[in-house]
């Protein structure tokens, strides 16, 4: 019996040897691995709206989990996909793309998304083949203003530099989840005091297909000066900052607070169109709850270190008298400055810091006596380009197109309207103001320097700023082991 076991162990032992010793003499026979190059086509773009304004607290006023959607909003719409590419989302049928530019309006009740899907993965993504952006003037006795804001491709992070919780203010943080996937975002509030810590902020849930409103005031209470990061873990998300003023017991002026560009030394503020200068001072004079009506800098420092702030603001022309705000701001927390003395007319802004920054600009309109009114919209800083643009433009109000070069040579941008093209030279740091035509997409060509560019809205008075964008999803070539 001892004999058999001992056998058995010997043949066992002999078994082990051969896998462990074997094994590596099979692998050097092995063949090398090849890489090979393939080319991953990039996702159909997709554009979602946030749709129509949001009245919080329902029929009480003071519930924060009641939400409302007032009225409609509509969105305009610009697209030039290649041929056989479709937009779905517009209609119930599909539009087929035929290479031709179609500007397009709709009016929506919800968060609402624009795909265009392309069968052959090779079309060129970005706003020559969809922009779309949409426009609210709300006049509820709870919310009254001019509200727009592009309408954004689905991300995972997003900057909102805008907005207050103080009394008489409202800012309700915007997610909408357009994915098919659940969506968890986790938020980060900087004011005045520097960062929030208040329980909640993360782990909001956005199931796919809806809506989340966040109160802001529910974590800043009476917050002066608003910054807020939003993180989503799985759906792709959208946001948007809804921004409202209460004076006394009466609506005055709202704007969404759209997503601004990453913190930088240098940013560009196109559009800074002042009017009702003279009425806005006789608000500020005849309350303090009017104090607000004044062009404002804010300014986030990410980081440790205070930044240094230079902000200039020029006219567009040699009548045109602008300001110079040479400031420092904290670190860590979120810092506004007045812009005052700027009389009614055209300007922009360059900000320079000696350190990166985020930063917006508030920009008021006041009408004084009958028919009185305030309203304000946020400016972000511009996003530079060279490449051909386009912006859809609203069909209600007056658009002005601001395009600034803020190089040290002219430059000459081509305007492409339907089938008309426009030449127009603009000076090396200096300013073009261009009126567009209502419900017509303007494409913007330069030629050779980079160009910042906002779109300004009036209707009826009221303001609102619409940045140029140029969403995509990008494609590439991946290496993949072939056997």
Not at 413 to 424: A, I, M, P
Request: hydrophobic fraction near 40%; aromatic fraction near 6%; charge should be positive.
């Amino acid at each position: 019996m001892i004999l058999r076991i001992f056998r058995f162990l010997v043949l066992a032992a002999s078994f082990t040897a051969l896998l462990v010793f074997g094994t590596p003499q099979a692998l050097l026979s092995t063949k090398p691995v090849q890489l090979e190059k393939q080319l991953i086509s990039a996702k159909d773009l997709e554009i979602t709206c946030s749709g129509p304004a949001v009245i919080a607290g329902g029929a009480s006023g003071t519930s924060v989990t009641e939400f409302k959607r007032v009225g409609k909003t509509t969105t305009s719409l610009s697209f030039a996909a290649a041929k056989d590419s479709k937009l779905e989302g517009f209609s119930k049928v599909p539009l087929t793309g035929y290479g031709i530019r179609q500007d397009l309006n709709k009016k929506i009740t919800s968060f609402s998304t624009f795909t265009v899907v392309d069968s052959s993965g090779k079309a060129t993504q970005g706003s020559a083949m969809l922009t779309v952006n949409q426009m609210q003037l709300a006049d509820n006795k709870k919310i009254k203003g001019l509200l727009a804001a592009p309408c954004l491709r689905p991300q995972s992070e997003f900057w909102l530099i805008g907005g207050a919780s103080a009394v008489g203010r409202e800012a309700l943080l915007v997610l909408n989840n357009p994915s098919a996937i659940d969506s968890t975002v986790d938020i980060n509030i900087f004011t005045e005091n520097g960062s929030s810590n208040s329980a909640g902020l993360s782990g909001i849930s956005v199931p796919a297909g809806r809506t989340a409103f966040v109160p802001l005031s529910s974590f800043v209470l009476r917050a002066e000066s608003i910054a807020v990061q939003a993180l989503s873990k799985g759906g792709a998300i959208t946001a948007l900052i809804q921004q409202k003023a209460i004076r006394g017991t009466s609506a005055s002026g709202a704007d969404f607070i759209a997503p601004a560009p990453k913190a930088s030394l240098i940013s560009y503020f196109p559009g800074i169109l002042v009017r009702g200068s003279k009425d806005s001072g006789k608000f500020r004079a005849k309350s303090d709850k009017y104090s607000d009506l004044q062009q404002m800098l804010r300014v986030f420092v990410p980081g440790d270190k205070d930044a240094k702030i230079n902000l200039q603001v020029l006219g567009t022309n040699s009548e045109t008298f602008g300001t110079v705000l040479s400031v420092t701001a904290s670190a860590g927390k979120v810092n506004d400055f007045d812009v005052s003395g700027l009389a009614d007319g055209d300007y922009f802004g360059i900000l320079d810091s000696d350190v990166p920054v985020s930063s917006s600009i508030r920009l008021v309109r006041s009408k004084w006596g009958s028919g009185a009114y305030t309203d304000f919209a946020w400016i972000n800083p511009a996003e530079g380009f060279t490449n051909e643009r386009f912006i859809a433009v609203p069909k209600a109000g007056i658009s002005k197109l601001s395009i600034t070069n803020p190089g040290d040579k002219p430059t000459t941008v081509t305007l492409l309207v339907g089938s008309v093209k426009v030449s127009r030279t603009i000076s090396s740091g200096s300013t073009e103001v261009i009126r567009a035509s209502s419900g017509l997409s303007i494409g913007i060509i330069p030629s050779t320097e980079t160009v910042y560019a906002n779109l300004v809205i009036d209707v009826d008075g009221r303001v609102s700023v619409l940045p140029v964008l140029d969403d995509k999803n990008i494609s590439g070539h991946v290496e993949v082991s072939v056997h």
